[in-house]
């Protein structure tokens, strides 16, 4: 009889959820949503996240170590496969570590060079993002879309450097060769047709209810936090941050270019998705003014055929397209680095994702790893 | 405001403007290529393919200086070469190219002396067996056996 | 091995070896001069920085095993040094100290990066810093999966980019980059390979 008086007064439905046991998910590695080799343990109550943990280093390929035992000049290609989705940019990051260590002078014209080559490297990175963010999300439109101006910027690559995603585009000192004919004209007829295509994708995307559903308000962080975190690039300035290395401490000819730091105010997974199309757009004005003022001279500057630093250690970073891309080099004054450190952003940005999903459902799970835009290559390197 | 956007919603305008731009790629041509009957156009300075260059006798041109495997980031590329005792000049005797290593970051290409080795613009390399990528020098000179799909 | 190889070319060559012309070793550490934060710290916690020095316009500072928790507090409330951007670690076996910890925090309001180096020996543990700064909490894995270097009071003190029963930590200097934990690689997937020629047995 008393069971049955207590099953009467407790309320039923609460009972049931009290008794729910946590769900363990295991998401990845080979979840299409998971950008990579990415493995995520989600703890799950109902649909809401109460706890994860992320599994990395399925990628893991010792490239710091390995980057000992070759000659600084021979290690660069091996940077071009951390970032794969924006090779140019790690290349670059690593051959100006060197040449701040050795003390290289570029000359003028191979920097323009080199800051239009990792223009179109941030807006073809953050157009493949946009495309699987998107198709993450369930725009399958858009991710044609935005391969279809990728397209037009691997061409570029291919032109130039010589391949299309693992460039290998600059060396010590420079660049290998000169640009090749045709190449302004490429690069200005790009410039020409992207501002339309980018409006296309925000008639798509920016009022699309569907969009606005599924990314307002979800994975919001606040400016402290993210800082706190180790957060740079979009996301950081999607919480309102306005920093970017290009401004604050310029490398290249940047500061010779007119630019504007985009930011958003809320910091959720929205604000990020204007703030990289409105990074688009400003790649572009940099492009465009570079092009234009592309200067006469050498495209190299002399350098020894065997480097050999002075003893010594640099750390040295650029804004890569997903954030802060540093190279951290020890020189014992030998041909080969002594230590190597990759700091990669996405290495940084992963550790928010925690931090982001708690008390989020699962679904968004998915949107936030999109939007903080990880690349695992980078990570694990 | 609140009404605007009330009234933009009930009326589906988010939708048909995305819709618009869908139906407007329905109507321009197609950007995609029919891959084996179409090919794209390939640059000059792709980096595809190895090729070892020979000269107007049909001799290799390599001198086996050895600069192009000690600039290997990978080591897939093997020298071996002998010393002719007549004319002290060294001599290839064998040259090995690993593709299944090679990164085709294009270092050789650029260190070679006497530009030999070369990477050129083919790009269709797949092979059925793993020891068909391991190039010998005549392989290297002739280029790879391609091996045709047949029905 | 090629360079090996080319060695033995220009022994054959009879030639003599050319012995290239004597560089004059350029000493890139330039003393600290005019730096406010150095000077403050001096100090303030005598007994830990040992020294400051200057590379490419970059700071470093040189600190002790000692209370780094206090100094760190002290950089990121009093000097805003808001962010740690990288931790990482330097195997130098040769040294009495074997291993060096490099620190690089940035402050967003100065736009002004610090490099924190601190010598310490093998087997010694470190305090964390992943109080202070949270991002610090994966990279001191890194550490201590590459480096078996363990930290104090760290909240998940595990492996992080190797497998969980890996036994060793690459990229100490005495590793051999062709080297892999055999055992490891014989309990999962049953195979063994010859270290030298990389025959897989």
């Given amino acids: ?381 | 405001m609140r009404m605007k956007e009330l009234v933009s919603k009930v009326l589906f305008v988010d939708l048909i403007k995305g819709l618009s731009v869908t139906f407007k790629s329905m109507v321009s041509h197609a950007v995609t290529e029919q891959y084996p009957k179409e090919r794209s156009k390939i640059y000059e300075r792709f980096r595809g393919e190895p090729r070892m260059a020979v000269d107007e006798n049909g001799k290799t041109k390599c001198i086996a200086c050895n600069l192009c495997a000690m600039n290997c980031p990978v080591g897939c590329i093997t020298v071996e070469a002998e010393r002719d005792p007549e004319t002290k000049k060294r001599v290839l005797t064998r040259y090995v190219f690993d593709m299944q290593r090679c990164l085709f970051c294009g270092f050789c290409e650029e260190i070679c002396p006497v530009n030999c080795i070369q990477l050129t613009t083919d790009y269709e390399m797949s092979q059925y067996d793993r020891k068909d990528f391991v190039l010998e020098l005549n392989e290297l000179e002739k280029g790879m056996e391609k091996i045709k799909y047949k029905k | 091995m090629a360079e090996e190889k080319n060695k033995n070319d220009s022994l054959e060559k009879g030639k003599a070896p050319r012995k290239p012309p004597k560089k004059e070793e350029v000493n890139l550490y330039e003393e600290i001069k005019d730096f406010d934060t150095f000077t403050k710290v001096k100090e303030k916690f005598a007994d830990i920085v040992l020294d400051g020095k200057r590379i490419r316009e970059q700071h470093i500072f040189y600190i002790k095993n000692e209370n780094i928790l206090d100094f760190f507090k002290y950089l990121r409330d009093e000097e805003k040094y808001d962010m740690l951007a990288d931790l990482t670690a330097i195997d130098y076996p040769d040294r009495e100290k074997r291993f060096a910890i490099l620190y690089n925090i940035y402050s967003f309001k100065k736009l002004e990066r610090l490099l924190v180096r601190m010598d310490i020996a093998d087997g010694e543990e470190v305090e964390t810093v992943s109080e202070i700064w949270p991002s610090a909490n994966w990279p001191e894995r890194e550490v201590y999966d590459m480096f078996g270097i363990k930290f104090k009071n760290h909240p998940d003190l595990r492996r992080i980019l190797l497998p969980e029963d890996w036994k060793t930590h690459p990229l100490r200097k005495d590793f051999d980059v062709k080297n892999r934990d055999q055992d490891w690689m014989e309990r999962h997937l049953g195979i063994r390979e010859d270290v030298n020629s990389g025959e897989v047995k």
Avoid at chain 1, 286 to 306: H, N, R, S, Y
């Fill in chain 1, 1 to 381: 009889m008393d069971e049955v008086k207590n099953i009467n007064k407790t309320n039923f439905a609460e009972e049931f959820v009290d008794a729910t046991e946590e769900l363990v998910l295991n998401m990845g590695p080979q979840h299409p949503s998971t950008h990579g080799v990415l493995r995520v343990i989600l703890k799950l109550h109902h649909e809401k996240v109460v706890d994860l943990d992320c599994d990395i280093g399925y990628l893991h390929r010792g490239v710091e170590k390995i980057s000992e035992t070759l000659s600084y000049k021979l290690a660069a290609p091996y940077m071009d496969r951390l970032d794969y989705i924006s090779a140019v940019s790690n290349n670059l990051a690593y051959i100006e570590t060197i040449e701040k260590l050795a003390g290289v002078e570029v000359p003028k014209k191979a920097q323009y060079i080199r800051v239009i080559l990792t223009e179109l490297a941030r807006i073809s990175s953050h157009l493949l993002w946009l495309a699987t963010h998107a198709l993450d999300i369930g725009a399958m439109t858009v991710f044609l879309y935005c391969f279809r101006e990728r397209e037009e910027i691997l061409n570029i690559f291919e032109m130039v450097t010589g391949a299309r995603l693992t460039t290998n585009a600059f060396r010590i000192g420079g660049l290998p060769q000169d640009v090749p004919e045709g190449f302004e004209k490429a690069v200005k007829d790009f410039c020409e047709i992207l501002p339309g295509r980018i409006s296309e994708y925000e008639a798509l995307l920016t009022k699309n209810r569907i969009w606005l559903a599924r990314t307002k308000n979800v994975g919001v962080i606040s400016p402290e936090d993210a800082i706190a975190i180790g957060l740079t690039g979009p996301s950081l300035r999607g919480s309102g941050v306005k920093w970017d290395l290009r401004k604050a401490h310029p490398y290249e000819s940047y500061n010779e270019f007119e630019f504007d730091i985009p930011t958003g105010e809320n910091g959720d997974t929205y604000d990020r998705y204007l703030v990289r199309l409105e990074e688009m757009r400003q790649a572009r004005r940099i492009i465009l003014q570079a092009i234009d003022g592309i200067p006469e001279g050498d495209f190299t500057a002399k350098v020894p055929k065997v480097l050999k630093p002075p003893k010594g250690e640099v750390y040295h970073s650029i804004e890569a397209p997903k954030g802060e891309l540093g190279f951290y080099v020890i020189s014992d004054g030998s041909t080969k680095p002594y230590r190597v450190k990759i700091k990669g952003p996405s290495f940084y940005n992963l550790q928010a994702l925690k931090k982001m999903c708690l008390g989020h459902y699962v679904a968004d799970v998915v949107a936030i790893i999109g939007t903080l835009d990880i690349v695992l290559g980078e990570i694990d390197r």
